[in-house]
């Protein structure tokens, strides 16, 4: 197949609601006609941003009792449902299945001429935005008894703020505002016009060519599902790996998966042009010196984030914050007004939804309930969702040797593992680090098409101190991937079998022998 | 008769020999440069000077040149690189002590826009030493191989080389200053820290030598205890010179395994991935492997299986974790035969039964792939022989057949010094 995007099939819709989805985002998370309250005398809880974090604060908070305000300046969802985790997930997906139907004849299935429909596929990635958007919709949040006010919120002073003209009182506030996309510093590309995951996936069609510039996991998840749509994908990174944060065997799989699916790489590179041309957009690129330029209909870009704190008012309200590094807070989410807590990207740190979710919890049981919970005590996990897929928790070994901590890892290759090997899904590993000598998890890297998933298990026994030996004992049902959790658990627990162990075992056998 | 049916140590030495002369016949006497690979034209590698520097003395002692020979283009070689532009400017040859990775092999000037190469450094430092210690006569020749090699590891300048960080860097362009990334993991950079800290010029300090260990990884593999590396050579080529049977750092006594032990290990990892062989490619077995950096094809193209895989070029594979594309290191085995030598001359000898083609008048071509195809049952086989495999091949076997190159580097001062520096202890080091 020459171009799959250029030949889309008829589109055939297989959901039977006919609603455009836009209309339905629009409806649930930023509804036209929408009347704000009149503001209570005073709130228990004034959550600004009604993103991942505002969105959990607000909810727990009303559903111990508080009176909420949450104020929200765009759409409700935030990052998450209207730019980020739902709608690249939709495409990866999409992407994943199209890979998958092209290697169908290495399971025995000959698929037919396989054509992808890229108006289908972002239509998809709405309706599931629309689908999700249902769960979080501005009438449902109101039937949950919260106050929802659309418009810029503001401090007015250390206990109010004001949304438009009116004053919303409060007890206590969450900021909670998110981050938004950095602005990248190519010379040049402003004038000749971006694409972010803003604009990506608002539209019906996909360029044929695109470079994307950053190898971090969103640039990696994207370059892969565009790749794997039948774009030609140029990638671009200022490092000499991909998702540098990472382990090195962990994006070396990364790497050559991408070379597989047929990503243009171009890693030690830095994008220091660009311009228009009648071929489309030019690109000048330097690798160790060495100038040269590509030429592509579109460029990907948004590297990094940014904590969204401009026009909150803050200074009124005695909340101390950097542009860059966001809004400070202590241990305790609290910043340094009080009454004020802060939780998700706005505070920098790990711009997760799950951390967000995690560190609004904190903040609504200190904000209401003069809890002492601490972020440093959070066990974190993060996943890039490319394929294979790398999730990580707790230390990296060269973070815990720099500790002084001695480290020994228990490796689970992918290949080892039966159920990955039936499944043809054997690129990867289970690596889980203990401290030596003990069988204390101090962190972990799966890598594997369901790393995320599998990850999870590990989180559980880290967040509740649960030693590796002792997940050898829980009976992973067979055959499961996650066994490969199972099979390093079992490894550990062999470590206890010193020489020493080893000799007294074997003259304990040949006492039973001689005993008949 | 072919190779796979010579009595072990007449296949060892024929192997020996032909590695050994494929560096002699391409040696430039007249400036002691020594080409990167086979190609008409190719340039100069350092590297491949400080294995070839250390190769004279073996085929000296083996009577395959004679001692004047060997002393000649020892001496051809310190003169050219003692004498040479050491400025920094980008068709020179050198910078603070160090040296480009790939020269001209007439005038010896950097070629391509390659890197002043930090490791390439190190192993043309090696060889040096491995000089300064095999001529040791009482006579104005012999004394001017030691006098030239102490100025030229005198006038490295190691600190200069931590770019004021805590570690290493990777090397330097005169266009863009330092490479920005340092060594990460267990590597050939052993040698390299080694030789940094010996130095009595310019000597790198201790905690440079802790903080690479930083990045070390301690695994469990196929039931292997390895400190991880993917790639063989890692595990090889600070071996060529060092003997670390049973020397200790502080990392060895808390993991109890020494360097050596462990790449024992690896070697057991590279067969049993290649019995495994997850990515089910032609050719491999627990007899037939070799992932490390070689020679490759490149791009990406359908193999048999019809995956559309992707080729790599000229590049470092490893186990298991890859980069695997099918290609196999032919020589591999024979240069990791003192760690592990039954697996490794299993390996040898099935390989050269089952893929002769391989092998090019004795000479171990850059690799082979089975899943590619060729002429032969070797599929596609690099059409060039590497100097660097070559010469490595010369000292590990020599190592494996008397522990010469070992025995020299034992009662080098320098060595000695580095070795204590980076806190190893035990056997020939407390003498």
């Known amino acids: ?516 | 008769m072919t190779l796979a049916d010579l009595e072990d140590d007449a296949l060892l030495d024929t192997l020996q020999q032909a590695a050994f002369n494929w560096l002699v016949e391409n040696v430039n006497p007249e400036n002691g440069l020594v080409p990167d690979n086979s190609d008409p034209g190719a340039p100069c590698s350092i590297a491949v000077v400080g294995f070839a520097l250390s190769s004279w003395p073996v085929g000296a002692s083996r009577g395959w040149i004679s001692r004047d020979h060997a002393r000649a283009l020892t001496l051809a070689t310190l003169r050219f690189f003692i004498s040479a532009e050491q400025g920094g400017d980008h068709r020179g040859t050198g910078h603070q002590g160090f040296f480009y990775h790939f020269l001209d092999m007439e005038h010896g000037c950097r070629v391509w826009n390659c890197e002043l190469s930090l490791i390439d450094t190190a192993l043309l430092l090696a060889g040096f030493e491995t000089a300064a210690c095999y001529f040791d006569a009482d006579t104005p020749e012999e004394a001017d191989i030691r006098r030239l090699s102490r100025a030229l590891l005198a006038a490295v300048d190691w600190t200069w080389a931590l770019d004021q960080g805590g570690t290493l860097s990777q090397g330097w362009h005169p266009e863009t200053g330092f490479i920005r990334y340092d060594w990460e993991g267990y590597s050939e950079a052993l040698i390299l820290y080694v030789l940094a800290l010996a130095s009595d010029t310019h000597p790198i300090p201790r905690d440079s030598y802790q903080a690479w260990r930083v990045t070390y990884q301690w695994e469990q593999i196929y039931g292997y205890d390895v400190l991880y590396a993917g790639p063989l050579f890692i595990h090889i080529f600070s071996h060529a010179w060092l003997d670390f049977r049973a020397i200790s750092d502080g990392f060895n006594h808390e993991k109890r395994v020494t360097y050596f032990e462990n790449s024992a290990r690896a070697v057991q990892i590279q067969s049993e991935y290649a019995r495994i062989n997850p990515r089910g490619f032609a050719g491999y077995s627990a007899d037939c492997w070799g992932f490390t950096a070689c020679d490759g094809l490149g791009g990406p193209m359908d193999s048999a299986d019809d995956i559309g895989r992707y080729f790599l070029s000229y590049s470092a594979r490893g186990a298991p974790y890859g980069p695997d594309d099918g290609t196999i290191a032919g020589w591999a085995p024979a240069a990791a035969l003192p760690f592990a030598p039954r697996t490794a001359m299993s390996a040898l000898r099935e390989m050269l039964r089952q893929y002769p083609g391989m092998m090019r008048d004795n000479r171990f071509l850059g690799a082979f792939n089975p899943s590619l195809p060729g002429d032969g049952p070797e599929g596609w086989v690099s059409p060039r022989i590497y100097g660097l495999d070559q010469g490595l091949l010369v000292l590990m076997l020599e190592n494996h057949r008397s522990g010469e190159i070992w025995a020299l580097m034992r009662h080098s001062a320098l060595c000695r010094r580095g070795l204590r520096r980076a806190g190893f202890k035990g056997s020939w080091l407390d003498g």
């Open chain 1, 1 to 516: 197949m020459d171009n799959p995007i250029s030949e889309p099939a008829s589109p055939t819709s297989f959901d039977h609601d006919p609603t455009d989805p836009r209309r339905e985002l629009e409806r649930n998370l930023r509804p036209a006609n929408w009347q704000n309250p009149d503001p209570a005398k005073c709130y228990n809880l004034a959550v600004i941003g009604a993103g991942p974090a505002g969105l959990t604060a607000a909810r727990i908070a009303a559903r111990l009792g508080a009176r909420v305000a949450l104020i929200e300046a765009g759409a409700i969802g935030g990052d998450c449902t209207n730019i980020g985790c739902v709608p690249t997930k939709a495409i990866i997906r999409s992407g994943q299945v199209f890979s998958d139907m092209r290697h169908a004849s290495h399971f025995g299935v000959h698929a037919p001429d396989t054509i992808f429909d890229p108006a289908l596929a972002l239509a998809r990635v709405r309706k599931a935005q629309a689908r999700i958007s249902r769960m979080e919709s501005a009438d449902r949040l109101r039937s949950e008894g919260i106050d929802v006010f659309f418009g810029n919120g503001c401090f007015a002073n250390r206990r109010s703020l004001r949304v438009g003209d009116q004053t919303i009182r409060f007890s206590r506030a969450i900021v909670a505002t998110g981050g938004a996309l950095r602005q990248p510093d190519v010379p040049g590309l402003q004038d000749i016009g971006y694409l972010t995951v803003e604009t990506l996936f608002n539209r019906d069609t996909l360029p044929k060519s695109i470079m994307v510039i950053g190898g971090g996991p969103l640039g990696c998840e994207m370059a892969q599902a565009l790749c794997r749509l039948g774009v030609r994908v140029v990638l671009i990174q200022n490092a000499p790996k991909f998702l540098p944060r990472e382990e090195r065997d962990a994006a070396q799989f990364l790497s050559e998966s991408l070379a597989r699916d047929g990503i243009e790489i171009h890693l030690n590179t830095t994008a220091v042009g660009a311009r228009q041309t009648a071929q489309g957009k030019e690109i000048a690129l330097t690798t160790g010196g060495d100038p040269f330029s590509i030429t592509v209909d579109e460029v990907l870009t948004g590297v990094g984030r940014t904590p969204r704190i401009v026009g909150l008012g803050l200074e009124a309200a005695g909340v101390a914050a950097d542009p860059e590094t966001g809004i400070r807070v202590d241990d305790h989410m609290r910043t340094s007004n009080r009454r004020i807590f802060a939780a998700g990207d706005v505070c920098g740190g790990f711009m997760f939804t799950h951390v967000a979710d995690a560190a609004a919890r904190l903040a609504v049981r200190n904000a209401l309930f003069f809890g002492r919970g601490r972020y440093s005590r959070l066990t974190i996990p993060w996943c890039t969702f490319t394929d294979p897929a790398i999730a990580h928790v707790g230390l990296y070994v060269d973070q815990a040797i720099s500790q002084g901590i001695a480290v020994k890892t228990y490796t689970v290759l992918m290949h080892q593992v039966d159920r990955a090997v039936t499944d043809g899904e054997e690129t990867g590993f289970v690596k889980i680090h203990v401290r030596q000598g003990t069988d204390r998890i101090i962190g972990a890297t799966v890598v594997a098409r369901h790393a995320g998933e599998m990850l999870n298990e590990i989180t559980l026994a880290m967040q509740r101190r649960i030693g590796l030996r002792a997940l050898s004992g829980v009976i992973h049902a067979y055959p499961t991937q996650s066994a490969a959790i199972k099979s390093a658990a079992d490894a550990c627990r062999a470590d206890r079998l010193t020489p020493r162990l080893r000799r007294l075992s074997g003259w304990w056998m040949s006492l039973m022998r001689r005993a008949g």
